[in-house]
C-alpha cells in the first residue's frame, strides 16, 4: 500500500523490465549450463574471414539456397528494384516487403547511410542454418562503410528459403 507523498519502489514498468532481466539471466544460465562450459570456458571466437571451403559440405550444401535467396536480395537492393527485392521476401516478412519499404528503409536509410553492398563474408559462429529456419550473419562490405553487419532471418515458404527480416547495421 502507498500512502501520499510515498514513491513505489517498483511502477509496473520497472517491475516487468526486472522480470524480463531476470528471465534472460535464467535463459543464459540453463544455455551455459546445457553446454556444459562456464562463460570462462567459452571457444574462441570465429575468424573474422571464414573461407567458404574451410566449413564442411553438409554446411556448405545448407547454406547454398539460403545465400542465393539474399544474394538476389542484395542484387534487387542495388539494382533499386523493389519488385525484385519484394520477391526475395516472404508473405510474412517484417516488415513487409512492399514497395513504400524498400524506398522508406532499404533505399532511404541503408542506402543513404551505407550505400551499395560490394561484398560479405560469413560469420559462423553467428549463422544458424536450419532448413525450416535459419539466420545467415555476415561480416559485410558496403561502398560508403568498410564493416555492416549483414543479417537475414529466413522461413521456408512454398518449399523455398524467404527472407523474413533483412537487416544492416554499423560495426566498429
Known amino acids: 500500500m502507498i500512502f501520499r507523498g510515498q514513491i513505489p519502489m517498483f511502477s509496473r514498468r520497472n517491475f516487468k523490465l526486472l522480470v524480463a532481466v531476470r528471465l534472460l539471466l535464467i535463459a543464459t544460465i540453463t544455455i551455459l549450463g546445457a553446454c556444459g562450459k562456464k562463460p570462462s570456458e567459452s571457444a574462441p571466437s570465429a ?12 554446411i556448405l ?7 542465393k535467396t539474399l544474394d538476389s536480395a542484395l542484387s534487387a537492393y542495388n539494382a533499386g528494384d523493389p519488385a525484385a527485392f519484394a520477391g526475395s521476401f516472404a508473405k510474412d516478412a517484417h516488415p513487409p516487403a512492399t514497395e513504400h519499404t524498400f524506398h522508406a528503409l532499404f533505399d532511404g536509410i541503408y542506402r543513404a547511410e551505407f550505400g551499395k553492398y560490394v561484398s560479405k563474408t560469413l560469420i559462423p559462429a553467428e549463422s544458424v542454418l536450419d532448413p525450416g529456419y ?39
Not at 535459419?134 to 512454398?158: C, M
Open 47 to 58: 575468424p573474422s574471414t571464414p573461407v567458404a571451403g574451410s566449413l564442411p559440405p553438409a
Open 61 to 67: 550444401e545448407k547454406l547454398a539456397p539460403l545465400e
Open 134 to 172: 535459419g539466420q545467415l550473419v555476415y561480416n559485410g562490405t558496403f561502398e560508403k562503410r568498410g564493416r555492416v553487419k549483414v543479417s537475414a532471418d529466413f522461413s521456408e515458404e512454398s518449399g523455398a528459403p524467404k527472407i523474413v527480416q533483412l537487416r544492416f547495421e554499423k560495426m566498429p
